[in-house]
């Protein structure tokens, strides 16, 4: 058993990391940091996770944890990561880092959108945590940095089309949905019950949203051209799921059936990406809880568009269960190791 | 008091004409109708309504109902509505019509994308309900096609844009997000509560929404030409609420601010649309329970286009609401009357 | 137009005063406190006010108050109530306190739940806001103790077999539920839309729950003699709502029907009491938004008990609706005035 | 690898029961058996099973059936169930039978709660699906009745206290609350999305659900005498959940440390049962998606009452999961395989 542990695990990434460990057969769960419930049972801070995992939240130093585990699932803020995974990295171990910190290729769009980066030097070597994208680099890096939530769905959902040149990448419109969990656990007006239960409503509107960046970052890579694009997140009164709806003008006159065919080469082979049915479209409900990311698709005949659906499970394929992917990847382990679970409907 | 009767009471577009009604001074509700639950007290299918009336439904022949009511609210599927709403105004009624029927003046754009229509003669004489738009009409009316919730929300949104000539009329793209009041009261597996809660999906994607005729006459009226947009309709695990999220290339480089006089200007003297603060956006929680329909927008500098989000509950100013402002209008009594009560929150 | 003012209007029962306030005929809301929120618009707070109110939140002096108002809400948390509302009195002014600082009669009591009060020669005075059960006293008082929500559900559900000494008084039993506005609208981690959305759990259990003496209080008075309750409070993943499912040992073979018309004797002239037909039961749907309590019950043969069932609007007639409704008769204008509204359902 | 098939797959405890059993690594799904879907993949029924099975639903004869597996879980209504299941067992086959018609010892009872009862001679010889009180009969079964959900969430409550005679047997009130998934997939007007959704209510009043007799039976067996409850079941607007909270009169002056003894002693080699720590009680998102059954209690001092709440995910434990612990312990496997899945929270 590899021993691994969740440096920040008392938000909704940190119980899902927990949930997702406590079955896997090859991590043994040894770690579990938090400040804010230092000495608390995990299971008390989650009492989902009661019977399953007898861990006690700590506040541990570098040393402590490296002592105490080999593979660190770092799920703390930006800028705390930037801090925290070097020093991991060089007494050796294998980081995953949930945060945005490694993410953009670009210290200064990083240093943009969020503040001055205090490890540039760590950023190139960081490979991008989208194992459909990147697997080889996964395998062989020591820090991974696992995409958004945002990002994830939005990637996949057009790679297939970037890639083969068949849309006008000046047209890309990315309208997506995102349940609440994906707002964090920290306390906030914005996400009491009371004010987003039976509502609706759009945010970060205008092309303002941190996601942007790392969204343009692999969009471009794939279609080796500079994309900008607009992008609209909104809150959902679910808990999990994000929805991406993402309208592209076609330059080509290529039918649906091949373009299916595309999607469907691309994706043969990745164990987490589904392709659904023609006629039918992905649904927050049918990946709740899994790994999955469900993509689908249609030509408007009228505009020449395409439009390209996408669910994923924000905190699982978004955030959780893409780490431990990442993470199995690598170890060199079967990359589904601890995921193969069937989504949760209803 | 006005005499008024419901025709089609037991769906949800019923029930909220009745709630509106039993508390509207000028208007009197003397009959409401529904086939499935005759001689049953109104107050038993919708038990909220208990105490407010003591209406039984019933089953009338058009006779009956002409000797019980002056105005009626035609609550009816299409193809009914288009065979009853005739003999009413022979009778020298007057209608607000809630289904499809009179809402395309295009016939044949009309048998497309429903049936064969049986009195395209009352076409032409039919007001579009939208007040903002047609309020002389409506006023001289004595039949008015409600507008459909989708259309309602979009082409208030963008009429300002359109009428001013600010945006690429072929870069329109509407991302719509209803409740599920919308699918209405009819039983069926898609509108179970397990099947819909706590997810979020698409659905009539690419174009093959019934709404899409009647968005697209209306926004191409406003700009004077043919217009062909976009339009995703989705499925929201709430009752009421529909917004919409409409992207747009800007052709001009008008300001925002300029753009925000122009929607006050508008709108102005609207009793029902709200332009939200700058920096702030509408969320279907803010309009629960009212008539308003609240709009906000941004430019997207990055891209130069323009978002616009508006907000309507959709079986008020969507459906029962607008109807009754109609009414209110081709009554000639004061358009407000029975509307005022301020959305619901939380 | 009689001037009023809500202190603290920054909550879920501020918000739902003004909501019903500002459609109220005549009554004028003058003022509206919040030391949060002071110089920021109300409809800024809450945007569903936008249109409906330009009032601007304010901290004011006592002073100040009561020039800018002569009827008071006091929506602030106990303890601040008890220190504020004897000065509103003082100068005159009739007052409707949300708070529970002067609905207990007996000081002991309070200060056993509470804390020490610091102006108990007003309890004395107050009348307890139940006008179903209160009336007189309200009309001639200057200073209302609104009641809470848990004990208006049960109260107004026992009251009938009480007067007539139906039930063994030691059997009672209250297991109740509440939508989440009943918790305010203090940001805390329990009431996060994901903490609670898609769940259900109880608090308070085993008898410890402020609005237990309250219950006791009144429920003591009723049948003339010292009862004791359980009392089991659960939070509901809805906004708005409590039903209150209530056990009690029948002591008496009167019929089912019977105690039907003691029920319907006893609401008959009770605009706000709805009892339901026979074989029906309330449900927190039926009364959303409304000053309505509706009251079913049946006596289960097996065991000899009667189960009532009521549910209301938690912060209409268990806060906000009620508190008009005192205000109403305190005034001596129609008791319904400003209430009227139909429940929305769905 | 074991054979085993699903008869009646359509509902929610059948796509359950799919989504536990395509991650059983000792039993493999060889067919699913559905009238209304015979001829689509299980997958296009539920979407959420893309990937996970290629299984066709099919309309199958019992030799069919035979032929093709060798454990049958029957997710059959009642009355479809008597005729099916003793064919199976005639045909050597073990089978849990998710119906209620093999629950009720009493053939008589049976027969005054549901109707006339074809194969009484099989009642004998099922054993009662509740593995803490009947692993010895259930592991030499070959047809298991397994437990209705209310049953399963109340029976294990009141197990410690009634074996060790701690309470009244008269004065138990079961106060049940359950997701929507408990009501099935079939459609109905009462199930709908804009019925349930942010609302609450009881429903089968007064000692009239089917489940009473089963919970009576066992109840009576635990305490060895004739007991009569309360029993009231509410509709939660939630889709998995049950939480009961049970009242009762204590009979001894035991304290509350000591009981927890009984409870921590009855249950602590119980892999699906958690008592969760003193103080805490249970919560319905606490054990969604899992096969676990918490419970949790106090004494109401006051009342010399105690109150026990226990809270099972309706599908897994009051249904799927509780079925397949059954055919783990028929066929001699490791109990807890294929449901080690921690709960999912949020």
Redesign the interface.
Known sequence: MLRVAIIGASG?TG?EL??IL??HPEFELTAATSRQYAGKPLS?V???????TDLICENLSIDELCSRADLFFAAVPHKTAMDLVPQLLEQGKKVVDLSADFRLRNVATYETWYQEHSSPEFITEAAYGLPELYREQIQKARLVANPGCYPTSIILGLAPLLQNGLIDT?SI?A?S?SG??GAG?A???G?????????????K???THRHLPEIEQELSALSKGDI???F?P?L??????I?S?V?ADLTSDISENDIRKLYRTMYENEPFV?I??EG???????????N?C?I?F??????N?I?V?S?IDNIVKGAAGQAVHNMNLMCGIDETTGL???????
Chains 1, 2, 3, 4 share one sequence.
């Open positions: 909704y119980v927990a949930r406590c079955n008390e989650f009492p989902n996770l009661l019977g399953k000046s419109i309208d949905k609440t969990t656990r306390v906030s007006l996400t009491l019950f009371c004010e987003v239960h039976d509502g609706f409503k759009a945010y509107v205008g092309g900008t694009i607009s609209t909104h959902l009164p679910i808990a999990r799921g929805l709806t309208y589904r659904v049915p039918t479209f992905p649904a927050t409900q049918h990946v709740r809880g899994s999955f469900d689908g249609t030509i408007d005949e009228r505009t568009r439009i659906i669910a193969q679970g069937a989504p949760f409907f209803p």
